[in-house]
Structures are given as structure tokens and as C-alpha cells.
């Protein structure tokens, strides 16, 4: 699973890594966040690309359906942006605690757990400076929505902050909960810093982690 903040570089590393697995004569398969076959259907895609919500889909029998296929083929597959970017960080925008938070990760990592799941997580050094170099080289209509829906979520109002100083406070404020949960996950996960990764190694570790026992 391919991890981190908006623009940190998700889409693409999970793209060359299946390339570049597949280079080797390894079989990798890709799910990028707005692939249309993605296995694992979230509410918040679903609502940024205009689907009708369907609470039932959002369970966890698709996260144990592909953790089956994983097993019977065995290949490497690469979810970009499913876990804590799709599935946790919009709970954690609408209030909810760090037990329910726990709760959400725990159930679905249990639910894949026979595909041996392996978290990479791209950390942004510098949120502020990120965050507002991505607007400036975003267009406006992506901007004013990204800011809209800060402005729009219970972790926001609850601060009192709206637009770019709220987006920035939220996000290092999640990147935090993200990197301390992530420390108590041991082997299972990898926190490495966005836009400065070598494929080649990477793709050993992962080979590395797929290859142990689940």
C-alpha cells in the first residue's frame, strides 16, 4: 500500500514500481486511486469523482476478497492511496477518535492480513512549504475545492481556522497520528521521505517483506 499526503508522489511511485517490477519478470499489478477496477471502494473516492455513496461496499469483505486473489496468485499487488489516505484520513477530518481511528486500520489490516500487507508511506519533510507550492502549481478550480472541503470538515471547525493556515495545521496534524501509528505496526510498514526514492531499492524491500510467512 502506497501511502502520504496530497502530492507527495503516491500515483507515481506506485506506477514505477509496478513497472519496474515487472521489468524483472516479476508479476505486479497496480490499483491507482481512481481506477475504475480498484478492489477496494471507498466513500471519498466515491464522492470526489461523483459516484452515488453505497455504504455497503465500504465493509471489509473486499479487503478479505482481495487478500484471497493475493493468495491463489500470488503476484505483488500495489494499492495507491486506499488505507490511510482514503479510508482514514477523511474519519480523522470528520472528528473521529483515535480509537475508532485505530479501529478502522485494525480491522481492515486483520481483514489482508493472508496477502502480507506492507505500508510505504511517503513523509513530507516540510508540510507548509508542500502544500503551498501544490497550490501554486495546481490549477484554481482544484485548489478552491481542496480548500472548500478543509473548510468544510468537523477537524476544521473545531479549531476555529479556514483556508491555507487550516489546510496546513490538518495535515500536519495528521501526518503525526499517521507516523505514530505507524511506529507501533513494526515490519509491516516503511515511512520514507516523498520524492526521494530509488525504485531499485524499493522494490528489493518489498520483494524482501512479500517473501516472508504471512
Request: proline letters at 4%; a negative charge; glycine letters at 6%.
Amino acid at each position: 500500500m502506497i501511502e502520504g499526503p496530497i502530492g507527495a508522489g503516491k500515483t507515481s511511485l506506485t506506477m514505477r514500481l509496478a513497472e519496474h517490477l515487472e521489468a524483472k519478470g516479476l508479476e505486479a499489478r497496480a490499483f491507482l486511486e481512481f481506477d475504475p477496477d480498484h478492489p477496494i471502494r471507498t466513500e471519498q473516492v466515491d464522492l470526489l469523482v461523483g459516484r452515488e455513496p453505497a455504504s455497503k461496499a465500504y465493509g471489509l469483505d473486499p479487503w478479505a476478497r482481495l487478500a484471497a486473489q493475493c493468495v491463489v496468485n500470488r503476484g505483488v499487488v500495489l494499492l495507491d492511496a486506499t488505507l490511510i489516505q482514503n479510508t482514514l484520513l477523511p474519519a480523522f477530518a470528520n472528528g473521529a477518535s483515535d480509537a475508532q481511528l485505530v479501529d478502522l486500520a485494525t480491522t481492515r489490516l486483520a481483514a489482508v492480513a493472508k496477502a502480507n500487507p506492507l505500508i510505504v508511506y511517503l513523509r513530507v519533510d516540510d508540510m507548509a512549504a508542500h502544500l503551498e507550492n501544490l497550490h501554486k502549481s495546481s490549477s484554481r478550480d482544484w485548489s478552491a475545492r481542496n480548500l472548500a472541503w478543509i473548510d468544510g470538515t468537523e477537524w476544521t471547525r473545531a479549531k476555529g481556522k479556514k483556508g491555507m493556515a487550516a489546510l496546513i495545521d490538518f495535515h500536519e496534524a495528521w501526518q503525526t497520528w499517521v507516523e505514530e501509528w505507524l511506529a507501533r505496526q513494526g515490519d509491516t510498514s516503511l515511512v520514507l521521505t516523498a520524492h526521494s526514492l530509488e525504485i531499485g531499492p524499493l522494490s528489493q524491500l518489498v520483494l524482501k517483506h512479500a517473501a516472508k510467512p504471512s
